[in-house]
């Protein structure tokens, strides 16, 4: 029982309640979907005959529906339950994996795309992501928010990449009498599908208390400047993230190395647990330093090595700069995430959330689109230069006009 009482402690910060578990294991089922999703979109339309350029606008579409979608999310999420929410965005996903399984055209993949749930990025941008975070922070201190919600990226992240490992199964899969490549990759989706069934069953252990306070929910109010600034901020990050979301990345490695599914995964497998280790480090990081200094200082030298990735002369050094990078890009995530929810009032935070996840689902709508036609004409890998020198610009710019911020009750930033 000594072993049960300490690895709860690991997992949960004291005082967490008993909605906090059931909030990340569905994010543990979501992840793991996504993460092999992000690694066999592009290969699932690769072998129905699609360009880069095709490609690229189906991921387009997969964020730009995300991003409207979390938009409306958050203008009623004070009108509905928020269980109810998260179940309905289950049953969205649910479609979405069905939807995929059973489409080979163009157009519908695009429909589909954006209409559900799929997300083609190592994080998440989806429906989920606001709710959940609100609900998050609802269910924990001020004090172990950060740690928390450094737990929520933990899981998501080691989930994801267990996920982006299992993309390899259509591969084994193909060895069964009558299943050809597509039809092993349609199968995965089919799984997709059947995790968000499971997802849903998760969200129903959910209790009342994760419901609005007695005080009325609300839009943005004092707190609007700030988080308005906050979000443009954001949405400069994250249109540079676009032109590398892992779905592109995975394509750019396909392409430029000629790397197998397998390999490519456990690439990506292992940079993925960097970034997983890396989140209790920013934790005590941020109670050293400031959560705005955590995040400045760790993604500067991630992007860094995001601008050298195309000109590494082999797959060793590509590899290097890749696991060095998954070190270091995302211990801005707990930290981000706890800056947003420490700066606005408990009445604020479901619009806060929505208002911070939308533009960034926005501005890394429109890359992929870019990055794809940019892929089209060369496979040096230009979409990551151009991606990592507009990160350097959102990190200097956080930093200039947030430093000296300090949001109530936290440690100076």
């Keep these: 029982m000594s072993e049960v009482s300490s690895l709860r402690t690991w997992l949960l910060p004291a005082g967490a309640t008993r909605d906090a578990p059931w909030i ?15 690694l066999l979109l592009p290969l699932y339309l690769l072998q129905l005959g699609f360009g880069a350029f095709a490609i690229g606008s189906i991921i387009t579409s997969t964020l730009l529906g995300s991003a409207l979608l979390t938009l409306s999310a958050g203008a009623v999420a004070h009108r509905f339950a928020r269980r109810a929410m998260l179940r309905v965005a289950c049953a969205l996903m649910v479609a979405t994996g069905v939807a995929f399984a059973l489409s080979t055209d163009y157009w519908p993949l695009v429909v589909v795309a954006f209409v559900g749930t799929i997300n083609p990025s190592s994080g998440d941008v989806s429906l989920f992501l606001p709710l959940e975070q609100t609900v998050l922070a609802q269910s924990v201190s001020a004090v172990d928010r950060t740690a928390l919600f450094a737990r929520y990226s933990i899981v998501g992240t080691l989930f994801g990449g267990l996920g982006v490992l299992s993309a390899s199964l259509p591969q084994w ?16 989706f089919g799984l997709y599908a059947v995790l968000g069934a499971a997802a849903f069953a998760m969200y129903r252990q959910l209790s009342p208390s994760v419901e609005a306070p007695s005080a009325t929910p609300a839009a943005l109010g004092r707190s609007k400047g700030i988080v308005y600034r906050l979000m443009a901020l954001f949405a400069l990050d994250s249109f540079g993230s676009g032109f590398f979301v892992q779905s592109m ?50 993604h500067l030298p991630a992007s860094f090595c995001l601008i050298a990735l195309p000109f590494a002369p082999n797959l060793t050094v590509a590899i290097a700069l890749l696991l060095v990078r998954g070190l270091l890009s995302q211990m801005d995530v707990p930290t981000r995430t706890s800056y947003v929810m420490a700066v606005v009032t408990p009445e604020e935070r ?64």
Excluded at 24 to 38: H, I, N
């Design 24 to 38: 990340l294991a569905a994010r543990a089922l979501r992840a793991f979907a996504d993460g092999f999703v992000s």
């Design 173 to 188: 899969l193909e060895r069964s009498p009558g299943v050809d490549p597509i039809r092993a990759t349609q199968l995965m």
């Design 249 to 298: 990345l995975a394509l750019w490695l396909y392409q430029r190395f000629g790397l197998s599914v397998s390999t490519t995964a456990a690439i990506l497998f292992w940079a993925g647990l960097c970034a997983a280790a890396s989140f209790l480090i920013a934790v005590r990081l941020s109670k050293r330093f400031g959560l705005i200094n955590t995040m400045v200082f760790t």
């Design 350 to 413: 479901p619009a806060a959330a929505s208002a911070a996840a939308v533009p960034r689902s926005l501005a890394a709508a429109v890359s992929p689109l870019f990055a794809g036609y940019l892929f089209g004409l060369s496979s040096f890998g230009w979409p990551l230069v151009i991606g990592g020198a507009i990160k350097v610009v959102y990190d200097l710019l956080l930093l200039a006009q947030f430093r000296r911020v300090r949001p109530v009750g936290e440690e100076p930033a």
